[in-house]
């Protein structure tokens, strides 16, 4: 007992929050979020393990109930459980259950996280301690993660720039792959779904093996989806009428392969994994949406199979190598992250004149006349830690340090060629005055610089190209270069006098306006829009204030996370009185600008335990956003979540036989009204769903086997998502859906 204790508290010593948190040992939001339970921590032990095992994992449980007392952020973390239980057709999809998590959907596959209401490059995504960089900017453009292979997700609600550096204003995604195996021999799991809105059918393979102290594994997963039916037959894309198939939105199906393969040594001290992997999506459209002509759109050709997927669409291929280095020595640990990832993006389209584009594509040019544009994005990663344990006092060092090189192609421009270098170094101590208070200070310096190159149209604008001068090709981007540097603090506090614990953060975070916000000049053919970025823009600041109280009983948890946020040059796309007829059919131009902005808001997430079969549970969030200057001075923000809240009611049966831990659980959702908008976008009607959860673990021959079912939308409900990537064509959210999932570990 002794030997096991000690053991304990000296790999609690030798390893960081975070990297216990990404292990799945911290339980930052209450048992019903990191578990997909609503049990107490003693309920998640297998009950198959000898009692030294059982003492270990309670235990482990125990010193993480303490150890999310150690952070003076808002945090949630979650476990695969509750991504296989609320699995949704992607990542974010998956996690929009957790209060203060919201996602823009861009059809049934693919999404992105908004954290408190503010998303794209205001959040940061980091994959195995590497920050996650694609064509986050765009709101079609979704995240490049295979959600089978994240184990382990933990979501940091506010700033953390003093951390992870720029693009963390506003929240981080940190997402970890399990961790390795800690026995001899070979092993596995088989994940199988299916979905009946979209017809969805994939699933997921992972092996793994250990020999001493090497380890390898390697996943695989595929799927393949329809066009996804909404509960209505006709939609007004801009005034103009189109009448949908059997319900069918056209052209939004699509297909994923992702592959994912690790090799490591785990020493006494020394710890290296190496993991490389791919993730490749292919997905459509909505045809009657994108581009400007919808009217020209062939809906016989489109709606003759629902599984095909024609122009539009896009081609998405994201590679990462990552090698994580760690040394643990007495009261020191070091860890070192190295990363190279390439995001190739390509979207592909009818080609369409309009202004002065000549009527023909001419057949001289580099790519294909299909090829509206193209990005190619080359990211060079390095993160360094050391972290300290001297008595009261817990010291983390760390630098970091990114290249990107962004290339560009095809026919449509939106933003020019960029290339950027960035690098940070902070300090962050953590002082235990004492068993119940612990204080937390952080400061980092960050330096940035970034070159945009020009860009020359390809057509001259004039009406007669045969009597074009060179000054008839116009600039639609200059080169400049711009430097960037910011100077970052936090300040928290951590108090736990008993079953109730009081924390409290109060810090700066920034971000750096990326290369679309600096230079974007084109036609947005997705919001039939010109966007036009401002080469001035500073860099975004943001002042926030923190604070949590929790509640932590035998049969009552409670959780309440308010914020206060203060942005005196937010960056936004502000629509003006301007029209474009250069490149497009009079597109109303929008102008990037800054504006002071104001908001406040919170989570609250309640669980009671009424007995050892029935729970309850509560979650709801709230966020306020208005502008303080600037042309939309009395305003909002655009993609402002309305106020949202789920009641929760979950039953567990008693009977085992053939079932293992089986439940039953009824979600009932209600979402305000969202009056509080931004032109161009529109009031969105409150709306109420039901979805119906239930599963159990099945003995199968012998074998194990995880059963999940859902059903989402379970009545079939006609309403509009306000953060949804095609709200602005008043297009429903998806129908009835029941999805499927089978989990067996061998």
Do not use: C
């Not at 339980?27 to 990191?34: D, H, M």
């Not at 390795?180 to 093996?209: C, F, H, M, Q, R």
């Not at 079912?709 to 602005?728: A, D, E, G, P, V």
């Amino acid at each position: 007992m002794l030997s096991l204790l000690s053991t304990l508290v000296g790999l609690v010593q030798l390893t960081s929050l975070y990297q216990i948190a990404a292990d799945g040992s911290l339980n930052n939001s209450g048992s019903s979020i990191i578990s997909g339970y609503s049990t107490s921590a003693i309920d998640t032990i297998p009950s198959d393990t000898s009692s030294t095992v059982e003492l270990e994992e309670f235990l482990l449980i125990d010193l993480a109930y303490q150890l999310r007392n150690e952070e003076s952020n808002a945090l949630d973390i979650v476990k695969q459980g509750f991504i296989r239980e609320n699995r949704g057709g992607s990542l974010m999809k998956s996690l929009e259950r957790i209060p203060g998590i919201s996602n823009i959907g861009i059809g049934s596959g693919a999404s992105k996280p908004l954290i408190r209401g503010l998303g794209f490059n205001q959040v940061m995504v980091v994959e195995n301690g590497i920050k996650h960089e694609g064509q986050q900017w765009g709101a079609d453009h979704g995240l490049e993660i295979d959600q089978y292979a994240a184990d382990q997700v933990m979501i940091i609600k506010g700033p953390a720039s003093f951390k992870y550096g720029s693009d963390a204003i506003a929240g981080v995604v940190d997402i970890r792959e399990k961790a390795p195996p800690s026995e001899n021999g070979i092993g596995g799991t088989v994940d199988l779904g299916a979905k009946s809105n979209n017809d969805w059918l994939g699933g997921s393979v992972n092996i793994y093996t250990r020999k001493n102290r090497w380890f390898a594994d390697g996943r695989i997963t595929y799927a393949s989806y329809g066009d996804f039916r909404v509960p209505t037959d006709s939609v007004f894309v801009y005034d103009f009428g189109v009448a949908l198939s059997d319900h069918h939105v056209r052209n939004t199906a699509g297909k994923e392969f992702n592959f994912t393969g690790r090799v490591g040594y785990i020493g006494d001290n020394v710890r290296n994994i190496f993991s490389v992997s791919k993730v490749s999506s292919k997905s459509g459209f909505f045809a009657n949406a994108h581009g400007l002509e919808p009217r020209q759109v062939d809906t016989g050709l489109h709606d003759r199979s629902n599984r095909d997927i024609l122009l539009p669409y896009q081609e998405v291929d994201h590679t990462k190598y990552i090698n994580k280095f760690s040394y643990a020595a007495g009261d020191n640990l070091l860890e070192v992250d190295l990363g190279y990832q390439r995001n190739d993006r390509k979207e592909w389209s009818q080609y369409v004149n309009h202004g002065f584009m000549p009527p023909v594509f001419p057949s001289e040019m580099p790519y294909p006349s299909t090829l509206e544009r193209a990005f190619d994005k080359e990211v060079f990663s390095l993160n360094v830690r050391d972290e300290l344990f001297l008595d009261k006092h817990m010291l983390s060092f760390g630098a970091s340090a990114e290249y990107q090189d962004n290339a560009i192609g095809g026919w449509g421009f939106l933003i020019p060629e960029f290339k950027q270098f960035s690098y940070g170094l902070y300090a962050v101590e953590k002082y235990k005055v004492n068993p119940r208070l612990q204080l937390t200070g952080a400061l980092r310096y960050d330096h940035s610089r970034i070159h945009v190159y020009e860009y020359q149209d390809w057509f001259p604008s004039v009406k007669d190209a045969s009597q074009a001068t060179e000054s008839d090709y116009l600039y639609r981007a200059v080169d400049f270069k711009r430097n960037f540097q910011s100077l970052v603090w936090s300040a928290g506090f951590n108090y736990v006098p008993g079953d109730i614990s009081f924390k409290g953060n109060l810090g700066t975070s920034f971000r750096v306006p990326i290369a679309k916000e600096l230079a974007a000049n084109g036609v947005n053919y997705h919001y039939f829009r010109y966007e036009r970025g401002n080469a001035d823009l500073s860099p975004e600041r943001s002042f926030q204030l923190d604070l949590g109280v929790e509640l932590n009983k035998e049969l009552v948890k409670l959780s309440i996370s308010p914020f206060v946020n203060y942005f005196p040059n937010y960056i936004y796309l502000n629509p003006s009185f301007e029209h474009d007829y250069l490149y497009g059919a009079g597109n109303q131009i929008f102008n990037y600008t800054q504006s002071e902005v104001f908001r406040y808001g919170g989570e609250i997430s309640a669980t009671y335990q009424l007995d050892t079969h029935w729970s309850f549970e509560l979650l709801g969030e709230y966020v306020y956003s208005h502008q303080l200057s600037g042309d939309k001075k009395g305003f909002t923000l655009p993609f402002s979540p309305p106020p949202s809240g789920i009641v929760n009611v979950t039953y567990r049966p008693a009977f085992q036989r053939h079932f293992s831990s089986p439940y039953i659980a009824l979600d009932y959702r209600l979402t305000a009204r969202q009056n509080n908008i931004v032109p161009p976008e529109k009031v969105t009607p409150g709306y109420q769903l039901v979805n119906l959860r239930l599963g159990s673990e099945l003995s199968v021959a012998g074998q194990k086997v995880n059963v999940d079912l859902q059903i989402q939308n379970l009545f079939n409900t006609k309403y509009l998502n306000h953060t949804s990537f095609y709200r602005l064509i008043d297009l429903p959210e998806p129908g009835r859906n029941i999805a499927l999932s089978l989990h067996y570990q061998f």
